[in-house]
T-cell receptor, first 115, second 112 residues
Framework: NAGVMQNPRHLVRRRGQEARLRCSPMKGHSHVYWYRQLPEEGLKFMVYLQKENIIDESGMPKERFSAEFPKEGPSILRIQQVVRGDSAAYFC?????????????FGPGTRLTVT | AQSVTQPDIHITVSEGASLELRCNYSYGATPYLFWYVQSPGQGLQLLLKYFSGDTLVQGIKGFEAEFKRSQSSFNLRKPSVHWSDAAEYFCAVGNTGNQFYFGTGTSLTVIP
């Protein structure tokens, strides 16, 4: 029973490049959440998606960041024109939805380094 | 606004000693409360959760936590710490919008 999968685990990008982070939720889970963890800090909510819908993106920076969760395939967090301040660990979590939404299972994270 | 405070940035305990990690939250309604553990370079593993009912909840790896509404606290405890418990511990509160708010974490070091 595979857990939440994220890839790549480590990603290095130069300033100005694009970063694409992928998340495959647990089997049977239709809700995906993205969090960012800066060094020495806790996780900060970014966005909550269901299949083909963005439910809450209140934690997402207004520019350069976007997320999607298509009908088929993984959820994608996309960061355009990366800057050094984007260096962080990005975690994806999934849940069943409904009352089960209160139990989120986390992936191992993608560690993004911007040089 | 919802928020979570973990006042202890770093704690060191001896193996076999008891442990208590503090967590205080701010939330307008009945909170959904969680403790997660993160080993270096890894994702977060759910230790335990509180939704309602019995205020003392049992989790995995011998951990327990007690919800105290009057103190807005949800402290994590373990009676006897093992060296493998060394990790970062995060308290989180969830809201009806499914958004989680995390504390800044407590780093636990276990000495022999």
């Amino acid at each position: 029973n595979a857990g939440v999968m994220q890839n790549p685990r480590h990603l290095v990008r130069r300033r100005g490049q694009e970063a694409r982070l992928r998340c495959s939720p647990m089997k049977g889970h239709s809700h995906v959440y993205w969090y960012r963890q800066l060094p020495e800090e806790g996780l900060k909510f970014m966005v909550y998606l269901q299949k083909e819908n963005i439910i809450d993106e209140s934690g997402m920076p207004k520019e350069r960041f976007s997320a999607e969760f298509p009908k088929e395939g993984p959820s994608i967090l996309r960061i355009q024109q990366v800057v050094r301040g984007d260096s962080a660990a990005y975690f994806c979590a999934s849940s069943r939805g409904g009352q089960g939404a209160y139990e989120q299972y986390f992936g191992p994270g993608t560690r993004l380094t911007v040089t | 606004a919802q928020s979570v405070t973990q006042p202890d940035i770093h704690i060191t305990v001896s193996e076999g000693a008891s442990l208590e990690l503090r967590c205080n939250y701010s939330y307008g309604a009945t909170p959904y409360l969680f403790w997660y553990v993160q080993s270096p370079g890894q994702g977060l593993q759910l230790l335990l959760k509180y939704f309602s009912g019995d205020t003392l909840v049992q989790g995995i790896k011998g951990f327990e936590a007690e919800f105290k509404r009057s103190q807005s606290s949800f402290n994590l405890r373990k009676p006897s710490v093992h060296w493998s418990d060394a990790a970062e511990y995060f308290c989180a509160v969830g809201n009806t919008g499914n958004q989680f708010y995390f504390g800044t974490g407590t780093s636990l070091t276990v000495i022999p």
